[in-house]
C-alpha cells in the first residue's frame, strides 16, 4: 500500500486553515499535510436559501447544520471553512481509491483535452481497452459488457435481460434489499422508506431476507465473517441451520407464487448496503443459486457496493459466496465518484438485446472509460483490496470490541471495509435506536472529524464505508472518536436523568 499522506509541502502560514471541529479532549485527528485551496462560492447562508427555494425537498441533508463540502483529497473532505473530515462514507460507498486522485486527475484532464463524447455509433479507443481491462477480473464466462450511467440503470438492463431471455416474467428480490430509485428497481427494492405508493412491483416477489442478527434464525456460527452475533443457535461450523432454514422460505415462494419452472431471475446484494450492512449466512446464496437455476431462472449478483475489492478477501462480493451469477452489475466505486456504471454478462444473454434497437447515449463515453480504466489500474498498483482487508480486519475487530462497554452496540457486521454498527436501546430486545439519540451521537462523530453514513429499515446503523486508501491510524481515529461519542451520549443522558 503505497503512502499518499504527503501530497504536497505543508504551508506553515495556511496550516491554521486545515483543522477539524473537535473540542480540547476529542481524540486527536491524524495528520495530513495538505492545505485545501481557498473557498470561493457562494456563501452558506445563499446557499441554504437556493436549497429550500430551489431544489427537490426529496433531497434530505446529513446533519443538523448541512456540510458545504468544498475540496476532497484521498480520504479526506474539506469545508467551505477550511475544516478537515476523515471520510468513513465514501460518498455512499462510490470514492473508492480517494477523492481527487494524484493518479486519476490527470488522465481525466488528458481525456478533456482530447475527446468528452462522441457516442457509440463511432468507435473510440478508450472504451474498447477498459471493456477489456474489465471484463478480465471477473469469470470467463462472463465476458460481455454494456456500460451505462448509473447503478439503477444498470440494474434495470438486468432485469430487462433477465425477462427476454428466459422469456419469463417474475423476479425474486429479498426483503430490506436496495437496487435502486428507478420505477423499474423500485419493485425489487424492499425496504418501505424507499418506496412510493405507485404501482411498481409487477412481478416482484419479495422472499425473507435471510438476517442472522434481526431474522427468524442465525446466530453465533452462521456469518461468513470476523464477527459473529451474540445470539445462540443451533448451527455448528460445517453446517448452517439458519441457512437451511432461510432456504425453505425460499422455497415457499416458488411453490406458491411462481408458475410452475417459469421465474426470471434472482436479484440479490452480495452484502446489504443500504439495508445496513446485512450479511447473509453461509451456504444460503449459493442454494438459492441452484433453485432459480433449476426453474429456468437466471442470477443477478448486484456488485453496486461490494464490488472491486471491497470486501477484502475478493475483488467481487459474488466470490466470497461460493456461487456463479449469469449477470453482474456494477457502479459507485467503478469511476471513484464519475458517473458510470455496466452491466456484464455471457454472450449468449447479451444475444437477446438484438431483437430490437437498444441504445444508450452517454454509456461507454470516452471520458467516463478513461476514468474507469485508470481507476482500475490504481486499484492493482496501490493494492486495496489487500489494503480493504488489513485495515478492515483491524476495524472491525475494534469495532467488535464496543459491543462489550456500550448497551447500545447490538451488532457489528461485514468484511473488509464495509461494515456496519447497529445500535439498539438493549441488547436482549434489539429495539432500534431512536433517531434522536443516533443523530446526537452521529453529530457527535462528525464534530470531532469522521463522516459516518447511516443505514437500515430504522436509520439505526452506523455504516462504514470509506475511500479504499484509508489506513490503520485512520480507523484507529475512528474508533476513538466513536467511542467518544458514545461516552458522551450515556454522560449526557445520565446527566438529564439526575436533573429530572
Not at 437556493?50 to 448541512?66: A, H, L, S
Not at 481527487?100 to 479507443?125: F, M, R
Not at 480507523?475 to 445520565?494: E, H, P, S
Request: charged share 20%; with cysteine; hydrophobic share 35%.
Amino acid at each position: 500500500m503505497k503512502n499518499f499522506s504527503r501530497i504536497t509541502k505543508i504551508d506553515v502560514k495556511n496550516l491554521k486553515r486545515c483543522y477539524c471541529v473537535s473540542s480540547s479532549d476529542s481524540p486527536k485527528i491524524p495528520e495530513f499535510a495538505y492545505i485545501p485551496k481557498p473557498y470561493k462560492g457562494l456563501e452558506y447562508d445563499k446557499i441554504q436559501k437556493i436549497r429550500n427555494e430551489n431544489i427537490v425537498p426529496c433531497i434530505q441533508q446529513y446533519y443538523k447544520k448541512p456540510l458545504l463540502l468544498h475540496e476532497g483529497k484521498m480520504q479526506w473532505l474539506f469545508d467551505h471553512e477550511g475544516k478537515r473530515y476523515l471520510d468513513m462514507f465514501g460518498g455512499i460507498v462510490t470514492v473508492s481509491i480517494g477523492h481527487c486522485h494524484p493518479k486519476v486527475t490527470p488522465t481525466a484532464h488528458e481525456q478533456i483535452d482530447t475527446l468528452w463524447h462522441s457516442t457509440n455509433i463511432y468507435q473510440h479507443p478508450k472504451l474498447y481497452e477498459y471493456a477489456e481491462e474489465l471484463t478480465s477480473t471477473l469469470p470467463s464466462y462472463l465476458n460481455v459488457v454494456y456500460f451505462v450511467n448509473s447503478g439503477s440503470e444498470a440494474n434495470d438492463l438486468a432485469l430487462f435481460l433477465a425477462r427476454l431471455y428466459t422469456k419469463n416474467f417474475e423476479i425474486i428480490s429479498f426483503r430490506n434489499g436496495y437496487h435502486g430509485m428507478s420505477p423499474y428497481m423500485m419493485g425489487t427494492t424492499a425496504l418501505s422508506t424507499w418506496r412510493y405508493n405507485v404501482p411498481i412491483s409487477f412481478g416482484v416477489h419479495h422472499a425473507m431476507n435471510p438476517d442472522v442478527y434481526r431474522g427468524l434464525w442465525g446466530g453465533k456460527h452462521c456469518r461468513d465473517s470476523l464477527v459473529q452475533t451474540t445470539r445462540d443457535c443451533d448451527c455448528t461450523k460445517y453446517r448452517c441451520k439458519a441457512s437451511e432454514n432461510y432456504y425453505e422460505q425460499l422455497e415457499e415462494v416458488f411453490k406458491y407464487s411462481i408458475p410452475c419452472g417459469h421465474v426470471a431471475g434472482l436479484m440479490a446484494e452480495s452484502i446489504q448496503g443500504v439495508g445496513g450492512i446485512v450479511h447473509f449466512p453461509k451456504g444460503f446464496l449459493q442454494k438459492a443459486y441452484d433453485l432459480v437455476h433449476t426453474n429456468g431462472g437466471v442470477c443477478i449478483a448486484d456488485e453496486v457496493q461490494t464490488g472491486f475489492g471491497r470486501t477484502g478477501d475478493h475483488f467481487w462480493g459474488f466470490q466470497m459466496h461460493g456461487i456463479k451469477p449469469d449477470i453482474v452489475t456494477m457502479a459507485k466505486g467503478i469511476g471513484n465518484g464519475f458517473p458510470m456504471a455496466a452491466v456484464v454478462t455471457t454472450a449468449e444473454i447479451a444475444k437477446v438485446l438484438n431483437y430490437s434497437s437498444h441504445f444508450n447515449t452517454f454509456g461507454g463515453n470516452p471520458l467516463a472509460c478513461s476514468i474507469g480504466l485508470k481507476v482500475l489500474q490504481v486499484m492493482k498498483e496501490d493494492e486495496l483490496q489487500y489494503n480493504c482487508k488489513i485495515v478492515g480486519t483491524y476495524l472491525i475487530e475494534e469495532l467488535a470490541k464496543m459491543r462489550d462497554e456500550f448497551e447500545c452496540v447490538g451488532d457489528v457486521r461485514g468484511k473488509g471495509l464495509m461494515i456496519g454498527v447497529e445500535l439498539v436501546k438493549n441488547k436482549t430486545t434489539t429495539v432500534p435506536f431512536s433517531a434522536a439519540d443516533f443523530v446526537n451521537i452521529w453529530e457527535d462523530c462528525k464534530n470531532m472529524g469522521v463522516l459516518i453514513g447511516r443505514g437500515g429499515l430504522n436509520g439505526n446503523v452506523l455504516r462504514f464505508t470509506p475511500p479504499m486508501c484509508v489506513t490503520k491510524e485512520d480507523a484507529k481515529f475512528t474508533v476513538d472518536v466513536l467511542r467518544k461519542a458514545l461516552k458522551n451520549y450515556y454522560n449526557n443522558a445520565n446527566k438529564n436523568k439526575y436533573l429530572l
